[in-house]
């Protein structure tokens, strides 16, 4: 069974960082886009940054762009997502998810492996 397990998620305050890691067992992603996406209470899970499957492209949400950055080794089978200048608007559960095919999708039915989850809360 394919896993796709997060870390790094926790309490911080604003302007603080954090960098998320994702480790996929069972399987390599290595041509695969892998995204990381984001759910708040009461909200909608969206995409927050995305990466290509050799790292040629990147997306970012408008919200995110300039503080957060997204990378890969896919040598280890890891996906990452340093953030900086953390807000307490960025205050959610963060999922990692593989995409099916090898370009960047916002869309979530494109992505068909997915983490359990890792909380971030920024406090003001």
């Known amino acids: 069974q394919v896993q796709l397990v997060e870390s790094g998620g926790g309490l911080v305050q604003a302007g603080d960082s954090l960098r998320l890691s994702c480790i996929a067992s069972?399987?390599?992603?290595?041509?695969?886009?892998m995204g990381w996406f984001r759910q708040a209470p009461g909200k909608e899970r969206t995409l927050v940054a995305g990466?290509?499957?050799?790292?040629?492209?990147?997306y970012y949400a408008d919200g995110v762009k300039g503080r957060f950055t997204v990378s890969r080794d896919n040598a280890k089978n890891a996906l990452y997502l340093l953030m900086n200048s953390l807000k307490p608007e960025d205050t959610a559960v963060y999922y990692c998810?593989?995409?099916?095919?090898?370009?960047?999708?916002?869309?979530?039915?494109?992505?068909?492996?997915w983490g359990q989850g890792t909380p971030v809360t920024v406090s003001s």
């Open positions: 998810a593989a995409g099916r095919w090898s370009r960047i999708s916002t869309t979530l039915q494109d992505y068909a492996y």
């Open positions: 069972r399987r390599t992603f290595s041509n695969n886009a």
């Open positions: 990466i290509s499957w050799n790292s040629g492209s990147t």
